[in-house]
T-cell receptor
Framework: DQQVKQNSPSLSVQEGRISILNCDYT??????FLWYKKYPAEGPTFLIS?????DKNEDGRFTVFLNKSAKHLSLHIVPSQPGDSAVYFC?????????????FGKGTKLTVNP | DTGVSQDPRHKITKRGQNVTFRCDPI?????LYWYRQTLGQGPEFLTY????????KSRLLSDRFSAERPKGSFSTLEIQRTEQGDSAMYLC?????????FGQGTRLTVV
């Protein structure tokens, strides 16, 4: 059973526009959420995280929004650049429950067209 | 290079052979993780160490798999009697708190 779901396998946007990547989770015990970017043949690269006590976290062009009642988070990239083309993974953990395990979604492949 | 280092990058082995992978975490990181990723999936958690103590293990980690972190620094992941289903990318990550930083992975192919 997928506890973290990324329902869009792929997304294509134009350079300079906004990219919105979505993620849903089912486990209400999750209290820490992360986004990773992955290029082919490389390990995932940490992008940004958010604790469940917040509903927004921003770092440069990347903003993560968390809606706990809907068990939904999203990653906004503004403006999108061709170098952002990669697979993006959403991950979650139950930190206050003592687990260090990250549960990942299946990823969304983002293509930013010049 | 101060990132997470994994060795080897690629390993091809015959079914039934044993393989061992090494991970060197970022030096000040006390937490170390192993994940496995197959095609079209996100990384799946295998096990977690805090210093030398193995604190969490996934049910994915069958008795053919063993991981160690003897001095709380580098870690090894051994797979005994490899099966074709073990073919995957094996990822190591480390952290202090917050987001874990991943290495480039070891691609295992069992033929």
């Amino acid at each position: 059973d997928q506890q973290v779901k990324q329902n869009s396998p792929s997304l294509s946007v134009q350079e300079g526009r906004i990219s919105i990547l979505n993620c849903d989770y089912t486990n209400s015990m999750f209290d820490y959420f992360l986004w990773y970017k992955k290029y082919p043949a490389e390990g995932p690269t940490f992008l940004i995280s958010i604790s469940s006590i917040k509903d927004k976290n921003e770092d440069g062009r990347f903003t993560v929004f968390l809606n706990k009642s809907a068990k939904h988070l999203s990653l906004h990239i503004v403006p999108s650049q061709p170098g952002d083309s990669a697979v993006y993974f959403c991950a979650a953990s139950d930190v206050s429950g003592g687990s260090e395990k990250l549960v990942f979604g299946k990823g969304t492949k983002l293509t930013v067209n010049p | 290079d101060t990132g997470v280092s994994q060795d080897p990058r690629h390993k091809i082995t015959k079914r039934g052979q044993n393989v061992t992978f090494r991970c060197d975490p970022i030096s000040e990181h006390n937490r170390l993780y192993w994940y496995r990723q197959t095609l079209g999936q996100g990384p799946e958690f295998l096990t977690y160490f805090q210093n030398e103590a193995q604190l969490e293990k996934s049910r994915l980690l069958s008795d053919r798999f063993s991981a160690e972190r003897p001095k709380g620094s580098f870690s090894t992941l051994e797979i005994q009697r490899t099966e074709q289903g073990d073919s995957a990318m094996y990822l190591c990550a480390s952290s202090v708190t917050g987001g874990a930083f991943f290495g480039q992975g070891t691609r295992l192919t069992v033929v």
